[in-house]
């Protein structure tokens, strides 16, 4: 129960932002925004000995909720409580909180007053009145308010009426009966003021049939003619306290509720706003004051709390309570993100979020064929679209959807017409977005034919389409079929169809193409005439044109399809309409460099693949052939005998450096890093090649020595690299050791055990 009363406590905030301005700057709207209606409410608090006082505590918290949770600031509230007046002195009604305007100032004040609700005592009097609660809420209701404002009475109670000590009731015995009798009486004053009822069920077990009885006793007619928004009981648990609140607060008020997920902090939920809506609330549940909340729109852009931002508006409430709520005015239709964070040691409630939107949906009317015949049977369908000319994709913004329509012309009376979009015929696919109905056509008819269809929908702003024609004649002197397909294209771009046109008359008819039924700049089509000469028969092109990227903004997304129709009129002919034809036309985000050329940047990154691989395989081919390990060297005299030899290591980038030691007494080569000489494998086979510091290169034939010093020459010896095996690692010939030398500088002897290597750095 704690845990239930804290958000409900903390209503404030669902009311404030939902009530407050959106925004000191607000931003334009592609339409003239709607607003919500004003709303007079009455909140009537059981108070009786039938209630414990936990009960007492949850209808306080409800009574909080309901209170500030309206949608205009223009809506006012009165706050009472109720039980019997049985002695002298007693009052059946208690006013905690009198008709206040739900503004900044009157929201500050709701709090406190509902504070002063409580239980009855004996002395107060604990009986159950429900007809003087009722006829106080009448009264509150009614009293110098305006009548065109909705009306709306919560009735919180268990439903359990005792009158059976109230004298007002006349004699013991028959009060209870006449109890019952008065209650049917204020139930008609209320239903005759025009005052809803929407009783709340407290309490263990709740007598939801008396409760139900009243909810039928008062005005049926609420924000819209439809069973949803018709007045109902609902039973509060106080473990769903708030959500069960909002889904009946938003069923009062014609409004679209979606409850989202819930998760301990730090946690980031989702919640997606339909195209649809035209103003809404997120509203966050925190648990926790100390959870901090940010909210990102569907682009992943970090929104503002307060003022504008890319053509919506933004105001919070309830920031530093448990409950908040960001009321968004034109929100940007997708996938929002609530990101929830909070300190070490307030991590352990969860965070809920859900929306409250209410939005407006329009739609395009066909006939086909435009204009019929009489006695001709005609397909009338009513596309779903968005305020902006959008297509609507998803089935669960329009749930609960009624469209009715009428057919009137001169010669017979209105035809009425049940639109459906169930996918049973003439309707072609269910759950499209588009409802169709047929009728034949009267055989008297004659002149103008019109046809209306009317949308209405809890929470979407209904939509009257109208769509005027003539009959046809037998013949008419022009005929046309438009094939348009319909096509993914990028804003810019253009999609080219054909209009077949035949003319019997001997005359020339012009025609004028249009496309309607959403927002002016999105497509356009061209030519938006056509001559057709007197006998002409054959083909033209038509090309439809898409806005340029800019005029959509961040409503692009991913992707989005525009819902218009295509008309084609005969203006030679009193503007006979030809053609009707819906348009529908995906657009998409232009692709990037990458996904226009991907093709081409993968063959690159193939090639480059390529030459880097060859240009390794020509490296390590190279580093190979020229390695000096396994060459001897060999000191030779002038007289051609050989003084002394020396087996070469890997070198230095395939450069074995040396010098001679004693060139004079003892000659003989060492390895010495920079020394003056250096060999290497001749990289075009076959022996070796020798530089000298400051003398260049020299090839070293296998045979044959070649000038080392002034008075030696340089020789090579055996070739001690082993043969390079398929599938093995190169290695030293068994029972050899690859030879070291010493730091000092001298050649030890092949296989001289505990010598370090020193070149073993270049191996």
Not at 435 to 446: G, Q
Request: net charge neutral.
């Amino acid at each position: 129960m704690r845990r239930a009363l804290v958000p409900l406590l903390a209503g404030a905030a669902l009311c404030a932002a939902l009530l407050a301005p959106a925004g000191r700057d607000p931003a334009p709207a592609a339409d003239a925004r709607p607003a919500f209606p004003a709303v007079n409410y009455a909140v009537a608090v059981d108070e009786s000995a039938s209630l414990r006082a936990e009960d007492m505590k949850a209808e306080k918290a409800a009574a909080a909720r309901i209170a500030l949770g309206d949608v205009s600031a223009d809506s006012h509230v009165s706050v009472f409580g109720f039980a019997a007046a049985e002695a002298a002195g007693q009052k059946a009604v208690d006013t905690a909180c009198p008709r206040t305007a739900l503004d900044a100032a009157g929201r500050d004040t709701i709090g406190a007053c509902v504070g002063r609700l409580h239980s009855r005592t004996r002395s107060e009097g604990t009986g159950t009145d429900f007809p003087n609660a009722i006829r106080q809420g009448v009264h509150d209701l009614t009293d110098g308010t305006d009548a065109s404002q909705p009306r709306v009475l919560f009735l919180l109670t268990d439903g359990y009426m005792d009158v059976t000590d109230s004298p007002q009731y006349g004699d013991p015995a028959h009060r209870e009966a006449e109890g019952r009798r008065q209650l049917g009486l204020a139930l008609k004053e209320a239903a005759a003021h025009h005052v809803q009822i929407w009783p709340l069920g407290f309490g263990s077990a709740p007598r939801l049939d008396e409760l139900r009885r009243m909810a039928a006793g008062g005005y049926q007619k609420g924000c819209v003619d439809l069973p949803s928004a018709r007045p109902a009981p609902h039973k509060v648990d106080p473990e769903d306290i708030g959500s069960t609140l909002e889904d009946i607060f938003a069923a009062a008020h014609c409004l679209r509720h979606e409850r989202g997920p819930s998760r301990t902090p730090p946690a980031t939920l989702k919640i997606a706003i339909s195209p649809l809506a035209t103003v809404g609330s997120i509203v966050v549940d925190k648990g926790d004051p100390q959870v901090r909340i940010t909210y990102y729109d569907p682009s992943g852009a970090k929104v503002p709390t307060h003022g504008t931002y890319k053509h919506s508006g933004f105001e919070l409430a309830g920031g530093n309570g448990p409950v908040e709520a960001l009321k968004i005015v034109d929100p940007l239709p997708g996938t929002w993100k609530v990101k929830a964070e909070a300190p070490e040691g307030h991590r352990s409630l969860p965070v809920a979020v859900s929306v409250l939107w209410q939005g407006e949906l329009r739609g395009a009317l066909t006939m086909d064929p435009p204009s019929p015949q009489a006695g001709e049977k005609a397909t009338v369908t009513m596309r779903l679209q968005t305020r902006e000319g959008y297509a609507v994709k998803d089935p669960r913004d329009y749930a609960g959807l009624r469209v009715r329509g009428e057919l009137t012309g001169h010669g017979f009376g209105p035809l009425t017409l049940d639109l459906t979009d169930d996918g049973t015929a003439p309707d072609p696919t269910a759950g499209d977005g588009s409802f169709t109905a047929s009728v034949r056509i009267p055989r008297a008819a004659d002149g103008d034919l019109t046809v209306s269809a009317t949308l209405t929908a809890t929470g979407l702003r209904g939509d009257t389409r109208s769509l005027t024609t003539g009959v046809a004649p037998g013949q008419l002197p022009v005929t046309t079929s438009l094939d348009l397909p319909a096509e993914n294209v990028h804003p810019g771009d253009r999609a080219t169809g054909t209009l077949a046109v035949h003319n019997t008359s001997g005359t020339a008819h012009t025609l004028r193409l249009a496309v309607t039924d959403l927002r002016g700049g999105l497509l356009s089509v061209s030519p938006d005439r056509i001559t057709v000469g007197p006998g002409e028969s054959g083909t033209r092109d038509v090309t439809v044109e898409v806005a340029p990227a800019g005029v959509f903004g961040d409503r692009l997304g991913d992707g989005l399809r525009l819902a218009g129709t295509v008309t084609v009129v005969d203006t030679t002919d009193h503007d006979r309409m030809l053609v009707r034809e819906p348009l529908s036309v995906r657009v998409t985000p232009r692709p990037g460099i990458w996904q226009q050329y991907w093709w081409a940047f993968l063959a690159g990154a193939v090639a480059l693949l390529a030459i880097a691989a060859l240009a390794v395989v020509l490296v390590r081919h190279r580093r190979r052939v020229t390695d000096p390990y396994g060459l001897t060297l060999q000191l030779v005299a002038e007289d051609g005998s050989v003084l002394s030899e020396h087996p070469a290591g890997h070198g230095h980038k395939q450069w074995y450096e040396f010098t001679v030691a004693e060139p004079h007494r003892s000659p003989r080569i060492e390895r010495r890093a920079h020394g003056p000489y250096a060999v290497q494998r001749n990289p075009k086979g076959g022996g070796a090649v020798l530089r000298k510091k400051g003398g260049g290169r020299t090839p070293v034939p296998v045979r044959g020595p070649v000038p080392l010093t002034e008075t030696l020459q340089l020789a090579l010896g055996e070739d001690r690299r082993p043969p390079k095996r398929k599938g093995t690692r190169r290695q030293p010939p068994p029972g050899r050791h690859e030879p070291r030398t010493p730091d000092h500088g001298t050649a030890d002897a092949p296989g001289t055990p505990g010598t370090p290597s020193a070149y073993s750095s270049y191996e």
